[in-house]
């Protein structure tokens, strides 16, 4: 038996869905730059966590955040109190010439580099960062 491919066919939906996707995701590829990661790290040394809602359901949030004992770290947070760290940095130097490197671009295709429909799903990007820091970027 042959099976055909359809236009309504769930493959093909799925299939126009990433490609369509694709073609409408244009994230900013500049990166953030030392200035911005140094203010970011200075709003984590003073005791910010930030954070965005990745799902409200289950009280999960994409977090940067210092620890107590000095090191930086990118992941997850719960609204039960747990964390789970993704990265960690064990210097602010460390940390901010990472964050410096990256851009809207890259961490929004992080955690998905092949579903364009979760592209900038939940991430970190310029505006927020600016808008935490209270300075353009």
């Known amino acids: 038996m042959t099976s055909v491919l359809t236009e309504d066919s769930e493959v093909v939906r799925w299939l126009r869905a990433e490609r369509e996707a694709r073609a409408e995701a244009h994230f900013d590829s500049r990166h953030y730059g030392r200035a911005l990661a140094q203010r970011v790290a200075e709003l984590l040394d003073a005791g910010a966590d930030l954070s965005i809602t990745t799902d ?5 949030s ?3 955040w210092r620890s107590g004992d000095g ?3 990118q992941g997850f947070r719960y609204v039960q ?3 789970r760290a993704k990265r960690t940095f064990a210097s602010r130097d460390e940390f901010t010439r ?3 490197e990256q851009s809207d ?3 929004a295709k992080e955690d998905f580099p092949d ?3 979760m592209w900038g799903v ?5 505006e927020f960062f600016a808008r935490k820091t209270g300075r353009r970027s």
Do not use: M
């Open 56 to 60: 409200p359901r289950e009280g999960v």
């Open 62 to 64: 994409r977090a940067l």
């Open 71 to 73: 090191t930086y770290a």
């Open 81 to 83: 109190g747990g964390s």
């Open 98 to 100: 990472w964050l410096a």
């Open 105 to 107: 671009e890259s961490l």
């Open 115 to 117: 579903d364009p429909r």
């Open 122 to 126: 939940a991430t970190f990007n310029r």
